[in-house]
Every structure is written in structure tokens, then in C-alpha cells.
T-cell receptor, first 113, second 115 residues
């Protein structure tokens, strides 16, 4: 059973607010990911990490930032939320080896007014 | 360029009928291939994956997929669909052993099941 958690599950917030989306996993995975998913669209990788103190930008440019201070924790922060940030954000983790299964959290649905 | 195409945006099948979801990919070398399922309000769950060897791969929940190199396809099949299979299905490709990179997902196929 994969254990990866995201909080909050739903967030409605006003423009200009700072938000942090939390993601934690208990599997000891080194690699973690953040994806952005809009309805009817593919998942777009926005950030990933190979381990502690490692952060990389994904294929889709994003104004968000991430940090990886602990193996199990990979939060995503938006310094100033805008309506264009409205989307679903999915966190995932995996072993480092290419082709390893990615385990996904339930996602955070963000609505910026 | 690397890409994944799922030609069908939405498919409706009757419960008990067979199902085939299409996936075509463009990749520089033989990639690893995956099918994930996403139920409403949930994250993605791996159904099956192909690395090498037997081109017919068995997965969870009675699903299987066949890799056809000549057609660059990895179609997902199920002989008899259950109402609980209604969900969105994503095909993905990833780098093979020894390569770097991340998964590339298709846009997904939404499956509806009629009683």
C-alpha cells in the first residue's frame, strides 16, 4: 500500500495570497514530483527532486517553488496566487531507478479567485 | 519530439462489454510504457507497465496491454468491463534503464460505463 499524502485537498483563496501545498510520503522514496493537471489535459511535470536538497524544474514552466529539506516532505509554494494558478496539483514519489512506479497522492484542487 | 497520443477523449461502453483504449507514442528508443487509472477525486494508480520481454502485460483489475513496436502502440484491454472501471485512463512513456528523463503522459481517455 502506497502512502503519500497531500493537504489541503481543496483550497479556495484570493489573488495575491501566499499558499503552500503539502506533500508527504512514508515510503522512503528518493524521487518526488509535482504535476499540474487541468481538466481534459495531460499531467504536466512542474517540479521534481532526486533527494534532500535537490530540486529541478519540470517541463512546464511554473511560478511555484519547491523545497526538499527532508526525504519525506516536498512542499510547493506560490508566493502570490493568481487565477491562472487555478488547477489540480498532484504529488508523486518513486525510487530513483528509471521506470520505477510513481505513487500518487490524491491531489489538491486549487481555486484562486 | 517525445509524445504520447491517446486518440479517444471519451469512450462509453456497456457493462460486461469488452474494452480497448488506444495509446501511441513517439520516442527515440524503446521506452518503458505505463497505464495509470484515475478515479474521480483521486490520484493516479498504476495498472500495469512494460519494460521488456513478453509484449502482452497483465495488470491489476483484470486489465492487460499489448506492446506493438511496429505500430508504436501500447493499447489497454479488458474483456469484460465493470461499472467500477469508470474512470480516466492515462498512458505514459518513460526513459529506459540507463537514461535520464521523466514520464510523459497522454491527455487521458475518460471511460463511462452504461448499466
Amino acid at each position: 500500500e502506497a502512502d503519500i499524502y497531500q493537504t489541503p485537498r481543496y483550497l479556495v483563496i484570493g489573488t495575491g495570497k501566499k499558499i503552500t501545498l503539502e506533500c508527504s510520503q512514508t515510503m522512503g522514496h528518493d524521487k518526488m514530483y509535482w504535476y499540474q493537471q487541468d481538466p481534459g489535459m495531460e499531467l504536466h511535470l512542474i517540479h521534481y527532486s532526486y533527494g534532500v536538497n535537490s530540486t529541478e524544474k519540470g517541463d512546464l514552466s511554473s511560478e511555484s517553488t519547491v523545497s526538499r529539506i527532508r526525504t519525506e516532505h516536498f512542499p510547493l509554494t506560490l508566493e502570490s496566487a493568481r487565477p491562472s494558478h487555478t488547477s489540480q496539483y498532484l504529488c508523486a514519489s518513486s525510487e530513483l531507478t528509471p521506470g520505477e512506479t510513481q505513487y500518487f497522492g490524491p491531489g489538491t484542487r486549487l481555486l484562486v479567485l | 519530439a517525445q509524445s504520447v497520443t491517446q486518440p479517444d477523449i471519451h469512450i462509453t461502453v456497456s457493462e460486461g462489454a469488452s474494452l480497448e483504449l488506444r495509446c501511441n507514442y513517439s520516442y527515440g528508443a524503446t521506452p518503458y510504457l505505463f497505464w495509470y487509472v484515475q478515479s474521480p477525486g483521486q490520484g493516479l494508480q498504476l495498472l500495469l507497465k512494460y519494460f521488456s520481454g513478453d509484449t502482452l502485460v497483465q495488470g491489476i483489475k483484470g486489465f492487460e496491454a499489448e506492446f506493438k513496436r511496429s505500430q508504436s502502440s501500447f493499447n489497454l484491454r479488458k474483456p469484460s468491463v465493470h461499472w467500477s472501471d469508470a474512470a480516466e485512463y492515462f498512458c505514459a512513456v518513460g526513459p529506459h534503464w540507463g537514461s535520464q528523463g521523466n514520464l510523459i503522459f497522454g491527455k487521458g481517455t475518460k471511460l463511462s460505463v452504461k448499466p
